[in-house]
T-cell receptor
Framework: GENVEQHPSTLSVQEGDSAVIKCTYS??????FPWYKQELGKRPQLIID?????GEKKDQRIAVTLNKTAKHFSLHITETQPEDSAVYFC???????????FGKGTSLLVTP | GAVVSQHPSRVICKSGTSVKIECRSL??????MFWYRQFPKQSLMLMAT?????????EQGVEKDKFLINHASLTLSTLTVTSAHPEDSSFYIC???????????FGQGTRLTVV
């Protein structure tokens, strides 16, 4: 089955700096890669996603890049703000549905 | 985005009893629903996938007789934790996706505590 590795497990940045979280996946059939933000005790919220026919996608301060050859994808958050502090999960899945295989998560702390 | 409602949000039960968790898609037909479990400070682990009208597919290591999943309609799936034990205490989250390749939307989760 799919195995998703995520790094780093914790990340602390100063407000205004950029944050980068990286994930790798093992199943070459995976073609959908969402990123979720989860605050303590709440449901994961989709923040951005990318499909395998695209190499990069951007939405305001958030961007995701995908390298299919190397089987890795990354989340980039620019101009970080304290409210960006949360746990971020990457995930991967194939066309068989949206049964997501999650990475272990990155706890991001943005300090003022 | 679409709305998925999960109930209850919190439940405390005694060891040995059963607990039922409901997951409803409020504004779309969910052809597939997924159940995840999340232990404190850990990631979400897929437990099972259910398609409306058919038996659920369980991930390796998940006991199907302990975690009963029913997906009898296009808007409702239930997870019943049978003979619950303290080690079953966890955050259970469902997600639902519709036909045509839509993304999966998460319910708000259920915090289960078995005492």
């Amino acid at each position: 089955g799919e195995n998703v590795e995520q790094h780093p497990s914790t990340l602390s940045v100063q407000e205004g700096d950029s944050a980068v979280i990286k994930c790798t996946y093992s199943d070459s059939a995976s073609n959908y890669f969402p990123w979720y933000k989860q605050e303590l005790g709440k449901r994961p919220q989709l923040i951005i996603d990318i499909r395998s026919n695209v190499g990069e996608k951007k939405d305001q301060r958030i961007a995701v890049t995908l390298n299919k050859t190397a089987k890795h994808f990354s989340l980039h958050i620019t101009e970080t703000q304290p409210e960006d502090s949360a746990v971020y999960f990457c995930a991967a899945t194939s066309n068989s549905g949206y049964a997501l295989n999650f990475g272990k998560g990155t706890s991001l702390l943005v300090t003022p | 985005g679409a709305v998925v409602s999960q109930h209850p949000s919190r439940v405390i039960c005694k060891s040995g009893t059963s607990v039922k968790i409901e997951c409803r898609s409020l504004d779309f037909q969910a052809t597939t629903m997924f159940w995840y479990r999340q232990f404190p400070k850990q990631s979400l682990m897929l437990m099972a996938t259910s398609n409306e009208g058919s038996k659920a597919t369980y991930e390796q290591g998940v006991e199907k007789d302990k975690f009963l999943i029913n997906h009898a309609s296009l808007t409702l799936s239930t997870l019943t934790v049978t003979s619950a034990h303290p080690e079953d205490s966890s955050f259970y989250i469902c997600s639902a996706s519709g036909s045509g390749g839509t993304e999966a939307f998460f319910g708000q989760g259920t915090r289960l505590t078995v005492v």
